[in-house]
Every structure is written in C-alpha cells, then in structure tokens.
C-alpha cells in the first residue's frame, strides 16, 4: 500500500476521534473538523517523503494539537481561555479509553442533532463520523458536490450558533435523542438498501458505511438495546446483497432470491445482535421487532418455509409499537402468504385510503401482485403500471413494467 492509500485508510479510521477530541476541547465541531484536516493535509505531505510513523493515529493528533494551539494563540488571545484550552490540549492521553469513547458517542450525537434536518443529519454524520470527503458524501446521495458542501457548512453554522453543546445528552433527553440518531443510520442504510434515486437499485458502499457506524455506536452503548436491534436489522438485511440483484444488476425479489447466495457470515452477526438486544431485558423497540421479522426469513430454508403466522405476529407488535401504512403494507404482503388475496387485499385497500401512500410505489406493487393472485390480470397491469411510473430508480420502473406486461399476457387464474 503506498503512502497516500495509508494516509487515506488511517483517516478513515482515526478521524472521528480526532474530531471528537478537538470538537470536546474547542466546542466547535467545523473549527475542530478544520483542524483535524489540516493535520490529515500535513500527513499527506510528509507521509509520502518521510516515512509512515509507527502511530499514525497518534502522529495526527499530535499535529492536530499544535495547529490548534497556534489557532488559539493567534484567533483566540484572551489569557484565561488561551490558558484552559492549551492547557486542555496538552493533557496526556486523550485518545485512551473512556475519555476518547466518550468525545466520539458527543461528535455523533451532534451530527446528529434534531435541529438538522434529516438530510444534513445524514450528511455531517457521514463526514464527520465516517470519516467521508465532501465528494464522497455528495456522491452517496447523488448530489452535486457544491451542493453537498454548502448543506454540510450550514449545518455545522446552525450547530455553532444554536450553542448545542458537545456532550452526550442526560437520561431525560437520551431516549429521544438516541432515536433521532439511530434513524440517521437507518436513512443511510435505506438509501443503500433501496436507492431513492439515480440507476442503482442497491448501494452497498453506502450500507457498509451505516453498519459501520451502527457498530461504533453498539460498541459505545452497549447497554441500549435498540442499537443491537438496528445493527442486527442492517445485518440481516445486508445479507441478501448478492442475492438481490441479476448478473445485469436488475432487482431480484425475495421470493425468487438463490438463498445459497445469501451471506452467512452477516447473518450469524445479525443474529447475535438480536440476541443481545433481546436480552436486555427491556420491550422491543421498532428496530428490534424489524430485525426478528428479518430473522425470520433468514431461518427459512426457502420462500415457501417462511413462517408467515410468526412474521404477522411480529408485524401486528410493531403496529403497536411504531404504526405506519408502510408496517400495514408489509403485514399484507404476509396475509398474501399466510390468508391468502383476499386477507391481503382488504388490507391494502384499507392502506390505499392513506394520503402519505399516495405516491409511494411500492403499494402499487403489492396490490398489482395479489389482483394477480385473484386473476384480475386487466386490473393489476394498471397497477403495476401506476406503480412504475412513481418508481424511483430506473431499475425498479423496468421490472415493473415486464411485470405489467406479463400480468397482460398471462391467462386468468382458475
């Protein structure tokens, strides 16, 4: 590996930390995040002529330290808070232990904070926390770059002059902030999972970098069951990649997936998440109860193995716990399976009346495969037609149309 590839990987790696650190002593995330790409500009430069040190890691904070103190000597003179801060940076160990845990879990509970909107949340995480170029970012939600940068900019600008402290939040704002950010991680995810937008059906660059951050965040609160439960729900999730797309990248469905394709590996960790979120001793949370639903198509053998009576079960609890149309729409795909097109379909067009499923096309194409089911070929061709033409990825609208055109030239059922 040359110089230039290590300074990359070692960034990747090591800089959340370093900004994490930085952003604790001088609570400003942009000045901290600046900082630590002046250290990671210097390695670039000497790396190549000098050798890659033995502590990579500890080289840039050590750099990073210093172009901080020489921030502070020449933008921030005012003796007292010179004093605290430089003395503040000079504290041996700051990447060890509990103290470094501790500034990483404040620099992802900034990134992402509720006073961001959605996207920028997504973003500064990716940056911040995954350690991601602007570029790259831009590049994970098909955005152009200036765009991109000018998004991160001002939310790190709103995070600075809303004054939102560095810190881990206290136990009464913990469960809701810890919400907002495990649906941050989970956003991400999707968007890899099922793309929004663009060609690609499947974005595994994106995913990877969600369950990597779904990791670092189990590893920091270990004790909190929901993020076993997400990390344990991206896993499995995950591990059907292989399976889930054709040799010329067209969307595969679950039930025509090769299983033999699917990764065990990821669905052994998955299953050991769910385990550990179920041990907690504490109710199931929605991300929990998704990932036992996904557990459950990863025990069957085959489609048809499916227990579908414990996947309604497991869906009417999160229809308790996190109702949604998208939880209904689900749960009839499972009556399909279980009840048979008539179950499934009262329960769609009870879903159908919801104005936010209006536009969503996915509902269009459950409800033309189970007209299918009763032989309303005519009635499900103009359903999957509908629903290609709301599909968000050039991919997906492609295997709904040959859907639609089979559903016309199919013979009527019976």
């Known amino acids: 590996m040359d110089a230039r590839r290590t300074v990359e990987a070692v960034w990747r790696m ?129 955005t152009p770059s200036a765009t991109m940068g000018q998004r991160i900019t001002r939310a790190k600008r709103t995070l600075a002059e809303a004054g939102v402290p560095f810190e881990v939040p206290g136990d009464e704002e913990l469960p ?105 001793g504490r109710p199931l949370g929605p991300y929990t109860v998704q990932a036992a639903i996904a557990a459950c198509h990863s025990r069957a053998r085959s489609f048809e193995d499916t227990d579908w009576e414990a996947v309604i079960a497991l869906y009417d609890a999160l229809t308790q716990i996190a109702p949604s149309p998208v939880v209904e729409l689900n749960r009839a795909v499972a009556l399909l399976h279980a ?9 769609l067009d009870t879903v159908r009346e919801d104005p936010r499923m209006a536009r969503y096309h996915l509902l269009g194409a459950v409800r033309g495969d189970v007209l299918l089911h009763l032989g309303r070929n005519a009635e499900a061709a103009e359903e999957l037609e509908r629903a290609a033409g709301l599909a968000p990825t050039t991919r997906e609208r492609t295997l709904l149309m040959e859907r639609a055109a089979a559903a016309t030239s199919a013979p009527p059922a019976g």
């Not at 500034?103 to 509970?109: A, G, T």
């Not at 649906?183 to 793309?195: K, R």
């Not at 009840?339 to 329960?347: I, Q, T, V």
Request: hydrophobic share 45%; with cysteine.
């Open 14 to 142: 090591e800089s959340a930390r370093l900004v994490a650190f930085l952003a604790r002593v001088i609570q400003d995330v942009g000045l901290a995040e600046e900082i630590a790409q002046e250290a990671f500009a210097c390695a670039l430069e000497q790396w190549p002529r000098q050798g890659v040190p033995d502590n990579p890691g500890a080289w840039l904070t050590t750099m990073a330290k210093r172009r901080a103190i020489d921030l502070i000597r020449r933008e921030r003179v005012r003796d007292q808070k010179y004093a605290q801060l430089a003395a503040d940076l000079l504290a041996p160990g700051p990447q060890a232990g509990a103290t470094a845990d501790a500034e990483l879990l404040s620099l992802i509970f900034v990134a992402c904070h509720p006073i961001l909107s959605r996207e920028s949340r997504a973003a500064l995480a990716l940056r911040l926390v995954g350690g991601l170029g602007t570029e790259e970012v831009a590049r994970a939600f098909l």
């Open 176 to 280: 809701a902030r810890l919400s907002a950010v495990l649906e941050v991680v989970y956003l991400i995810f999707n968007e890899g999972y099922a793309g929004t937008s663009g060609e690609d059906w499947i974005r595994r660059d994106l995913a990877e970098e969600a369950m990597r951050l779904g990791r670092t965040l189990a590893g920091l609160m270990p004790r909190e069951p929901e993020v076993h439960g997400l990390v344990a729900l991206m896993e499995l999730q995950a591990s059907r990649f292989r399976a889930r797309t054709g040799p010329d990248g067209e969307p595969v469905l679950l039930q025509h997936q090769d299983r033999s394709r699917w990764d065990r590996t990821l669905i052994a960790h998955g299953m050991a998440s769910l385990t550990r979120a179920k041990r907690a």
């Open 339 to 347: 009840d048979g097109p008539k179950a499934a379909l009262e329960a």
